[in-house]
C-alpha cells in the first residue's frame, strides 16, 4: 500500500515537473521581440481581448462586436479600454444598450463621452452596465436591486411581464461563453453621488 502512495507520488512531481519545463520560455520576454517603435494602438491591443479563438462559445464582447446593432456600444468599450474585462472568465451579465438607445441621448452626448478627457466617466457609466453572475430574464424578476461593476446598486421592475433594469427594458438575452447579455432598449445612467 505505502510502495503504491510513494509511486503515485513520484509520478505527480514527474508529471508536474514536465509541465514546468514545458511553459518555460527560455528566457525570452515578449518585450524584448517588439521593437521600442510600436505603435501605440499595438501597445494597446494586449491581453484576453485580442486572441483569436474561432471554436468556443463567443464571450460576451464577441457577441457585441459581432451585432449590428451594438456599433455605438463596442465604440464606447474600446475608448474606454474595457475590452479585456469583459473577456474575463466571469461569469458577466451585460446590459447592452441598442445604438437606437445611444441615439436617444441628448446630442452630443455620446460623442462628448468618447473624448479621451471624458474616459473616467464612460468607464463609470459602462460599467454600471454589467453586473456579476449569470441570471435569465425570468430569475431577475425575483429582485428588486443588482450591484453592478461600478460599486453602484441598479434597480429591477417588472411592469406588465417585461423586465426593467435601471428604466431599461430587457428586450433580448443571447447567452455567452462567460455570461449572458441582455439586450436592452435604454442607456442606463449611473445615480449621482
Known amino acids: ?27 525570452k520576454s515578449e518585450a524584448a521581440t517588439t ?19 474561432d471554436e468556443s462559445v463567443p464571450n460576451v464582447l464577441q457577441i457585441a462586436i459581432g451585432s449590428p446593432d451594438h456599433t455605438t456600444l463596442v465604440a464606447a468599450v474600446q ?68 450591484g453592478q461593476a461600478n460599486d453602484q446598486s441598479v434597480p429591477i421592475e417588472v411592469k406588465d411581464g417585461e423586465v426593467y433594469v435601471g428604466g431599461a427594458r430587457i428586450v433580448a438575452s443571447i447567452n455567452a461563453g462567460n455570461g449572458i447579455v441582455h439586450v436592452v432598449d435604454k442607456v442606463m445612467l449611473p445615480p449621482s453621488e
Do not use: R
Open 79 to 146: 475608448a474606454a479600454d474595457l475590452e479585456n474585462a469583459l473577456v474575463n472568465a466571469g461569469p458577466l451579465m451585460v446590459f447592452a444598450p441598442t445604438n437606437a438607445a445611444f441615439d436617444a441621448l441628448p446630442a452630443g452626448t455620446v460623442d462628448d463621452l468618447l473624448k479621451p478627457e471624458n474616459k473616467d466617466a464612460l468607464a463609470n457609466i459602462l460599467k454600471y452596465h454589467v453586473t456579476p453572475g449569470n441570471y435569465s430574464k425570468e430569475f431577475l424578476m425575483k429582485f428588486k436591486k443588482l
Open 35 to 53: 521593437s521600442p517603435a510600436a505603435s501605440t494602438s499595438e501597445a494597446k491591443e494586449q491581453g484576453q481581448a485580442f486572441i483569436e479563438d
Open 1 to 27: 500500500m505505502k510502495t503504491i502512495s510513494t509511486l503515485k507520488l513520484i509520478l505527480l512531481s514527474l508529471l508536474a515537473l514536465a509541465v514546468f519545463t514545458g511553459c518555460k520560455n527560455d528566457g
